[in-house]
């Protein structure tokens, strides 16, 4: 069977669980589907885990090949297109440049920077992003 990434279970054993400003990961996980507007899967890979939330939307964890993907689940119900994209090549990778580096603001909407984020605060009060 498939088994998590050393990498991710060294993570977790650091912080437990871990949130920065609007990304969260979770101290659980589950298999990381995506469902469309009729309630019916839309993508139901065996390999991919969802390990957190950023915003609404999924964090998967490709447990083959450890990448990171932003799974946006609710494209359908807006009409609008899968944004869905590989944002990581692992979880290590991808809590030091998304969720505490540079790449933080790529994941959080204006309006949401625009509502206090004090998490984009201190990044930016620390030279982080």
């Given at each position: 069977?498939?088994?998590?990434?050393?990498?991710?279970?060294?993570?977790?054993?650091?912080t437990g669980r871990a949130q920065a400003g609007d990304i969260?990961?979770?101290?659980?996980?589950?298999?990381?589907?995506?469902v469309d507007a009729d309630g019916e899967v839309h993508r139901d890979d065996e390999h991919w885990v969802r390990i957190g939330l950023i915003g609404n939307d999924n964090l998967l964890i490709n447990l083959i090949t450890g990448e990171v993907m932003f799974a946006d689940?609710?494209?359908?119900?807006?009409?609008?297109?899968?944004?869905?994209?590989?944002?990581a090549p692992d979880l290590l990778t991808y809590f030091d440049e998304c969720m505490t580096g540079p790449?933080?603001?790529?994941?959080?909407?204006?309006?949401e920077l625009e509502e206090e984020d004090g998490w984009y605060r201190f990044l930016q009060d620390n030279n982080f992003a």
């Open positions: 069977g498939l088994s998590l990434p050393a990498a991710v279970i060294e993570l977790y054993r650091l969260e990961l979770f101290g659980t996980f589950d298999k990381g589907v995506i689940q609710y494209f359908w119900r807006y009409g609008e297109n899968d944004a869905s994209r590989i944002v790449r933080y603001r790529e994941f959080v909407t204006d309006e």
